[in-house]
């Protein structure tokens, strides 16, 4: 199972709370049986690894996909995020023909015994998904250890490009110093936070992806796989702590009217005692200008908003708090950590909504974006010593 989506879904399935713990494994089994281990088109284009098929009661996780399966077309479920995905299996059981269904949970062999054939006609159903249970025990073992160990290369004769802290903005269900649980929700219903960690997944995937095919290596850490809230301090600290190169926060902006679009970078201003102002500005250009030209070969309509200092050109503004030079440990380091502060797109606006969350090509466009600014940020890391 090394689809690097099927481990980005294992990824965000460990960090989710779910009911029933002990059927997490043959649960991510069954999407492995299902979306051919992450790699049908369904999964791909629509994170949909259950082949759920599209019901009214999945207005709240789900928006509706034509797609053409192997039984013909039909309408599918298509999840915005794989935490949309993971909630809506859930939900697709609360459904009536599954009715029953938590009285056969004492083990994931009842379960799937139960739930297989109301889930599908095909034979010995169930019996296929528990062959892959212990290969989906050992994938959330394995990303277990890797996410604590911070995801480190394997150790190859590779150039060592350093350290890249990302920053996935918001999290949680509360507020907290420097950080709110949420900000922006899109057209379509979904908050910010979770496409903050779906991008910053995509991207990490990118930066090792892009680096590995140079035989170079990159420590790509993240300043949180789940949906928790971290405080601007905290989230700072880690590229302190790991010595980074970079720090990157992703955002995603919202406006009352509907027409605002988008992309813009920010960067600690002078007035907030910027200690690198030109690296961060450097920086800060770097990654808007990809991100910006990548968005405009898939639409015509991205608009490049520029970089700006994070007092909005407003010297009383104290700017925020995450790209604060003392927080990522600047006064303290010979080489400061460069930082810059990505609002991606206004979620507020339909077609950026279409663009990069419901409509058909979301994902890839997603991959697409990413792409450009892991090989904005691999370009700066090759320039700091
Ligand atoms: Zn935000």
């Known amino acids: 199972m090394t689809n690097e989506l099927f481990r980005r879904l294992a990824t965000i399935y460990l960090g989710e709370a779910i ?24 999964a791909r ?43 809506g299996y859930w939900a697709f059981l609360n459904r009536t023909p599954y009715s029953g269904w938590e009285a056969n949970v004492a083990t994931p062999e009842k379960f799937i015994r139960f739930v297989g054939p109301i889930y599908t006609p095909r034979p010995n159903y169930a019996d296929a998904v528990l062959a892959l249970a212990p290969e989906a025990e050992a994938l959330l073992a394995d ?8 995801v480190k290369p394997a150790a190859a004769p590779a150039v060592s490009l350093g350290v890249i802290v990302i920053d996935p903005g918001h999290g949680g269900n509360s507020d907290v110093s420097g950080s709110s649980a949420n900000n922006a929700i899109s057209v379509s219903n979904v908050k910010e936070k979770k496409l903050t960690l779906d991008f910053a997944l995509i991207l990490r995937d990118e930066l090792l992806r892009q680096a590995a095919a140079r035989n170079e290596t990159v420590q790509v ?21 790991h010595k980074a190169k970079l720090f990157l926060c992703i955002h995603f902006n919202g406006n009352k009217s509907a027409t605002v679009r988008g992309t ?18 450097e920086f800060a250009g770097a990654v808007q200008t990809a991100l910006f030209t990548a968005l405009k070969t898939i639409d015509p309509g991205a608009k490049d908003r520029g970089i700006k200092p994070d007092n909005q050109g407003n010297p009383n503004l104290p700017g925020f708090g995450v790209l604060n030079d003392i927080s990522l440990g600047n006064d303290r380091r010979q080489t400061p950590c460069r930082a810059a502060y990505i609002e991606a797109e206004f979620i507020t606006n339909p077609s950026v909504d279409k663009l990069l969350i419901s409509g058909p090509n979301a994902v890839p466009n997603r991959i697409a974006a990413m792409a450009a600014v892991a090989g904005a940020c691999l370009a700066q890391m090759r320039k700091i010593p």
């Not at 192997?70 to 599918?76: C, N, R």
């Not at 990303?143 to 911070?150: N, P, R, S, Y």
């Not at 796989?225 to 880690?238: L, S």
């Not at 813009?264 to 500005?281: C, G, P, S, V």
Request: net charge positive; aromatic share 12%.
């Open 19 to 42: 009911r029933y713990p002990k059927l997490r494994a043959v649960t991510l089994a069954q999407w492995a049986l299902e979306s051919g281990r992450g790699s049908s088109a369904l």
């Open 264 to 281: 813009e970078t920010f960067y600690r201003a002078k007035e907030n005692n910027n200690i690198n102002l030109a690296a961060d500005m």
């Open 45 to 87: 284009d629509h994170y949909n690894f259950g082949g759920l098929k599209w019901r009214k009661e999945m207005t709240p996780y789900a928006t509706k996909v034509k797609y053409a399966a192997h039984d013909g077309e039909d309408f599918y479920c298509k999840f915005a995020t794989l935490e949309n995905f993971i909630a």
């Open 143 to 150: 990303v277990e250890k890797a996410e604590a160990a911070a």
């Open 221 to 241: 850490v993240l300043t949180r796989t789940t949906d928790i809230n971290v405080t601007g301090k905290a989230r700072a600290a880690m590229a302190f702590d």
